[in-house]
């Protein structure tokens, strides 16, 4: 039967030829994060712009409601189906190269969309975008892994977070200043020449000159990090499991309020360009409380999980509020919604990064996973049952998901607390004994060894 300690990564060698010196001070390096969270926002774009498009391009190319949905699930199927592939192809390329060929194909897949006639068309065209965004989030848990230190990794996930938070800020500009008096059309390619620009953050992510503060021995300044619990290898698959499916429910209900968010503020009476326009307060609001809440959770790593249900909780309360139909509930539900409930992105990956130490991309990869098989199945039933219900009730509906993900994710804190050992019956490894400084080979957590592929 395995143990614990079969499941940590040997200590590496004390050098590796070509390797970056050991940072002795734990410091951050943030150029290649902040370049993930551009070329994540280029990424996200075109399944945001199109549900924002909705009406005049279902109009223009006469497509049902179901049928437009269906094309949008295309993006996000296409993500959560891509994450398995891309847990695996990431730690096998330089983070450059990724980030260059996901912000390419986001700028291509617009332009695209922009020339798009046919269903089919939208269909294939979100279906790609969707296997290159299925690439960002393995990518950033590789570099924040790599690149920043333990005590600020809720921060760090915060910020990627933040990416998804921004995400609806483009199109709800672009809908406001250029769709309403121009079109759909040049929308979509002002959207295409935006994504073009994140080549060049891709272009500037280049690895720090030394070398891993996550695998340092202080979590931030004069700070001791707290001692983790040591879980059976069984019961944490089953908790990152069930965490997965809790970030697919939960996604369910804030996907339909961020996704649709235009189309549901029109229907409470709001004017489209309004509407865009509280779209990008409620994105900014997110953005805020993304970067906020991932500072505080550094301060209580172990509190996390706990968080997350609160916010998916908040995002049920939001959703409720927006099915009064009136314009004061749907700004107020809105903004609960898409800048609450939808803020606990990048903590869940801090949060299952610290329950998979040194399989970031594993981590990256079970949360993408959960969250983008949600989305997938936000905009069919939306499309669906909005035609059936209207657009009230459908919202009524999706405050389910992130109810009952709330309610999963408690269970897994209960089955961790439950199976919980204290760290000190755990051997150390070697490269984490006080008074030996980490190896370079321990620099990407993801359990990467130079020149090789991801160790599993």
């Not at 969270?37 to 005049?56: F, K, N």
């Not at 970030?247 to 503020?265: D, E, K, P, W």
């Amino acid at each position: 039967m395995d143990t614990p300690q079969q499941h940590q990564l040997p200590a590496p060698p004390p050098s590796l030829p070509g390797s970056p010196a050991t940072d002795p001070a734990g410091r951050s390096h943030w150029g290649r994060l902040v370049a993930t969270v551009l070329v994540s926002v280029a990424a996200v774009t075109p399944g945001l712009m199109a549900p924002a498009l909705a009406a005049p391009v279902q109009q223009a190319l006469h497509l049902s409601g179901t049928a437009f949905g269906a094309a949008v699930t295309c993006f996000f199927a296409a993500t959560a189906l891509g994450s398995f592939a891309a847990r695996r192809i990431v730690p096998r390329l330089p983070v450059r190269a990724v980030l260059g060929a996901v912000g390419l194909l986001a700028a291509a897949v617009l332009a695209g969309l922009a020339l798009a006639g046919h269903l089919w068309q939208l269909c294939l065209l979100l279906a790609l975008a969707g296997f290159g965004n299925a690439f960002t989030q393995p990518v950033a848990a590789r570099v924040i892994a790599a690149d920043i230190a333990p005590g600020r990794h809720s921060f760090a996930g915060g910020l990627f977070g933040a990416s998804l938070g921004a995400g609806p800020f483009l199109p709800g500009l672009l809908v406001t200043l250029v769709a309403a008096p121009y079109g759909w059309r040049p929308a979509l390619w002002t959207a295409a020449g935006i994504a073009l620009t994140s080549l060049a953050a891709a272009a500037l992510a280049r690895p720090p000159a030394v070398n891993s503060p996550s695998s340092a021995m202080s979590s931030g300044p004069g700070e001791a990090p707290r001692p983790a619990a040591v879980h059976s290898p069984r019961t944490t698959g089953r908790v990152v499991a069930a965490w997965s499916v809790a970030a697919a429910l939960a996604t369910i209900g804030s996907n339909v309020g961020s996704a649709y968010f235009i189309q549901i503020g029109t229907a409470a009476g709001f004017s489209a360009g309004t509407a865009g326009t509280l779209q990008m307060l409620a994105s900014v609001l997110g953005i805020a409380i993304r970067l906020g809440s991932g500072r505080q959770a550094d301060r209580a790593p172990h509190r996390i999980p706990r968080t997350v249900a609160a916010m998916m909780l908040t995002g049920t309360a939001g959703l409720a509020l927006i099915t009064a139909g009136t314009p004061l509930t749907f700004l107020a539900g809105a903004l609960l919604a898409v800048a609450g409930g939808w803020g606990w992105t990048g903590l869940l990956l801090a949060a299952t990064m610290r329950l998979l130490p040194g399989e970031s991309a594993r981590a990256g990869a079970a949360m993408q996973g959960g969250l983008f098989a949600g989305a997938a199945i936000g905009p069919l039933s939306f499309g669906a049952l909005s035609g059936q219900f209207g657009i009230p009730a459908t919202v009524g509906i999706a405050a389910a998901g992130p109810l009952l993900g709330a309610l999963l994710l408690i269970a897994g804190i209960r089955a961790l607390a439950a199976d919980a050992r204290p760290a000190e019956r755990r051997p150390v490894p070697a490269d984490q004994q006080p008074g030996i400084p980490a190896d370079t080979a321990a620099a990407d957590r993801t359990g990467d060894r130079t020149g090789g592929p991801a160790a599993r």
